[in-house]
């Protein structure tokens, strides 16, 4: 018997997906909310571009369930559908098309027919773009030539002044762009962004609380020399590899040694990622605790808990400047290997990960003398015991 996948999220669930999305929280701290896994809430996200669908709301005219009860009970009771229409100061016409349309004086249910017109009532109106192939031409020629949505509604604005057909919203491109639902911009115009998302980001994504600064943060700068002429065991570099439906790999890499271990991680956020990697660092001898070196990422925020818990010391790379910890990010090249790109890595067990930490460990490295990771950092440790 086939497994059933996991149950969706409930109508609740989704509003306030949608309202922690907007209130700029990651996707994986939005899962940890929700109980859900973080790909989950991107498979949410990533169908409609990361952009809230509006709320359905009845149209000022339409019958309320209330006046369909009202029809019911006025058709049961034999009145006229005139009569009926009067007290509801409705015209009778209008009554007249709303008996007809479901189940005539005989078959009208009030609370099937309200269900029926709600369902009924979901006809999506083309977007401006769509209504306008000179418009949707000129905006897709604009984004060929990286011109922002921003720049290209300014520009319509003032270079066609007298014409209502050329005037766009810069967010009806981006939910153009990015709800490909609306086919009206082919999705390769996304790649001309500055941003290359695949999908609308809040906008205070990046200012919410601490988000972007890691608090109280080492730098790079004050590592020891030790560290970086690699003299001693026990200082590594680490950072997480990327994989589809935002799943992730903590990668860590001694740097005497080049000794790698990968750890799995269910989420992106500080305190998945802090509480992961603890649990396999604490089985490294006390020797092999000296520091880790990391990026600027936010999932190492909690980096106090991971030296309190560990003895690690952390410090962190300048901004954008993943090349001091060059040992790592060359590691991740070669695990690319094992995981490429577009692969879905929650599909790993901890003792896959572990296998393949084993085959790196034992593969000759050059800038080793052709020694293997596992054999210089025995050697190492023998030394210093």
């Given at each position: 018997m086939a497994q059933r996948g996991r149950p969706g999220l409930t109508p609740k669930q989704k509003a306030e997906l949608w309202h922690r999305w907007k209130d700029g929280e990651s996707l994986s701290e939005i899962g940890l909310a929700l109980g859900k896994h973080a790909a989950s809430v991107f498979s949410v996200l990533r169908t409609h571009g990361g952009i809230a669908p509006p709320l359905r709301r009845?149209?000022?005219?339409?019958?309320?369930?209330?006046?369909?009860?009202?029809?019911?009970?006025?058709?049961?009771?034999?009145?006229?559908?005139?009569?009926?229409?009067?007290?509801?100061?409705?015209?009778p016409s209008t009554v007249s098309r709303e008996i007809a349309r479901h189940g005539g004086r005989t078959g009208y249910?009030?609370?099937?027919?309200?269900?029926?017109?709600?369902?009924?009532?979901?006809?999506?109106?083309?977007?401006?773009?769509?209504?306008?192939?000179?418009?949707?031409?000129?905006?897709?020629?604009?984004?060929?030539?990286?011109?922002?949505?921003?720049?290209?509604?300014?520009?319509?604005?003032?270079?066609?002044?007298?014409?209502?057909?050329?005037?766009?919203?810069?967010?009806?491109?981006?939910?153009?762009?990015?709800?490909?639902?609306?086919?009206?911009?082919?999705?390769?115009?996304?790649?001309?962004?500055?941003s290359h998302r695949v999908m609308r980001h809040a906008k205070n994504a990046t200012t919410k609380g601490p988000r972007g600064q890691i608090i109280d943060a080492v730098s790079i700068r004050e590592r020891p020399a030790e560290v970086e002429d690699r003299a001693v065991p026990g200082h590594w570099e680490g950072d997480l590899i990327a994989g589809s439906k935002n799943t992730h790999i903590a990668t860590l890499v001694e740097r005497q040694s080049r000794f790698t271990l990968l750890v799995k991680v269910a989420g992106k956020d500080s305190q998945t990622v802090v509480s992961a990697l603890t649990h396999q660092v604490k089985h490294l001898p006390a020797t092999l605790r000296q520091s880790l070196t990391w990026d600027r990422g936010m999932e190492l925020a909690q980096h106090k808990r991971f030296t309190l818990d560990t003895n690690f010391r952390v410090y962190f790379c300048d901004p954008r400047s993943p090349w001091q910890r060059g040992t790592n990010e060359n590691t991740n090249r070669l695990l690319r290997q094992y995981f490429p790109k577009g692969t879905d890595l929650s599909i790993y067990t901890q003792a896959d990960l572990n296998a393949v930490a084993l085959r790196l460990n034992q593969r000759p490295r050059k800038t080793l003398g052709f020694q293997t990771p596992a054999d210089k950092l025995q050697a190492s440790v023998a030394l210093t015991g």
């Open positions: 009845r149209a000022p005219c339409a019958l309320t369930m209330c006046e369909r009860e009202e029809i019911s009970r006025g058709l049961a009771a034999g009145r006229s559908m005139r009569a009926i229409a009067g007290g509801l100061h409705r015209s249910r009030a609370a099937e027919a309200d269900a029926t017109a709600w369902h009924g009532a979901r006809r999506p109106k083309r977007c401006r773009l769509a209504r306008y192939p000179r418009l949707q031409r000129l905006v897709a020629e604009k984004l060929r030539l990286e011109w922002s949505p921003e720049q290209i509604a300014g520009w319509l604005a003032r270079t066609f002044p007298q014409d209502e057909t050329l005037r766009v919203s810069h967010e009806t491109i981006y939910r153009s762009l990015f709800v490909q639902t609306r086919g009206v911009l082919k999705r390769e115009l996304r790649t001309h962004l500055r």
